[in-house]
């Protein structure tokens, strides 16, 4: 009875031993699967992708190329694409949004490296309309300036070093705006509320009024006007430019301060820098991927856009 016992007993265990392994087998193939549909929903997700891109190109340089002296949101380029469903490949929705319409972070830094003052009393008026602590102007500007020398209320290597994990300030321009959340503290909510008021362009990247949220309409005009009535500021830009950079400018008490920061950050009624959110929805995988768009119209080369960065986050 003891043998018959032992022998059950072994029977047991290689029933068990040869299910954990079935298991297993089943299970790290499911995991194939899933992994091998993921890749492919991804794959499918970019060429969709790139297709609203060339859409939305194609809007933007028959708009840009009208020679219409004000690019505002009225016009065409504006309007979302889609939701365009596409046969057996998914859902792709498209909108372009004018970051000339908000403060390029990047400003705070002169043309020789070295933090503009302008620009940066400009940045500490936007923060404190968004309700948000000015003190954090100098320390984004110290975080893109080429110096580690620390600005009044900003810091540098001395502050970063001392963090666990320590850290160095890249003492660059900005590519994207979300780099802000490695700053100590800079939290998502911040993060939240500053990050359509912003964005990280290149210099030449002027501030167009035509676009411009009303946040910072209000911290170029000193004043508060727009924030509150975005509906009113919504409504006078059904139909055109809103405001008139012209009107803007002589609506202003303080003239002198208009061409300081005309001369500081730029301010007009164009842009060339676009960002286009494409949302893709495969089954039930959703993707968002964020375009940077430039138009370019440099002669002999026919006028275009070119794509600068694609990101999956802002
Ligand atoms: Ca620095």
Redesign the pocket.
């Known amino acids: 009875m003891k043998g018959r016992g032992v022998a059950l007993l072994t029977a047991l265990i290689v029933v068990a031993i040869a299910t954990a392994i079935a298991m297993a087998i089943f299970f790290d193939t499911g995991l194939l699967l899933r992994r091998s549909e993921g890749g492919l929903a991804r794959d499918r997700a970019m060429l969709l992708a790139g297709a609203a891109e060339a859409a939305a190109a194609r809007v933007l340089t028959e708009d840009l190329d009208t020679g219409a002296s004000a690019i505002h949101p009225a016009q065409r380029w504006s309007t979302r694409l889609g939701p365009v469903e596409i046969d057996h490949a998914g859902i792709v929705t498209g909108q372009l949004v004018d970051l000339q319409g908000r403060f390029n972070l990047n400003s705070l830094r002169d043309p020789n490296g070295q933090i503009d003052p302008v620009a940066l009393e400009l940045f500490e008026r936007l923060l404190v309309t968004l309700e948000l602590e000015p003190s954090w102007a100098p320390k984004i500007?110290?975080?893109?300036?080429?110096?580690?020398?620390?600005t009044s209320g900003?810091a540098?290597?001395d502050l970063y070093s001392t963090l666990s994990p320590g850290y160095r300030?890249?003492?660059r321009p900005l590519t994207t705006v979300s780099e802000l959340m490695l700053l100590p503290a800079f939290d998502l909510a911040r993060y939240t509320r500053l990050a359509p008021h912003v964005s990280a362009l290149p210099r030449d990247a002027s501030i167009n009024l035509c676009s411009a949220t009303a946040a910072l309409l209000d911290a170029l005009s000193n004043e508060r006007q727009w924030v509150g009535a975005e509906d009113a500021l919504a409504r006078n830009r059904e139909r055109e430019c809103f405001p008139r950079a012209e009107v803007f400018r002589s609506g202003l008490s303080d003239a002198a301060g208009y061409a300081r920061l005309e001369r500081a950050v730029g301010l007009g009624e164009r842009s060339r820098y676009f960002q286009l959110r494409t949302e893709t929805v495969i089954g039930t995988t959703q993707f968002s991927l964020y375009s940077l768009l430039r138009y370019e119209s440099t002669p002999p080369s026919p006028p275009g856009i070119r794509v600068l960065w694609r990101h999956t986050a802002e």
């Open positions: 500007a110290d975080w893109i300036d080429a110096d580690d020398v620390p900003g540098e290597d300030p890249p003492n």
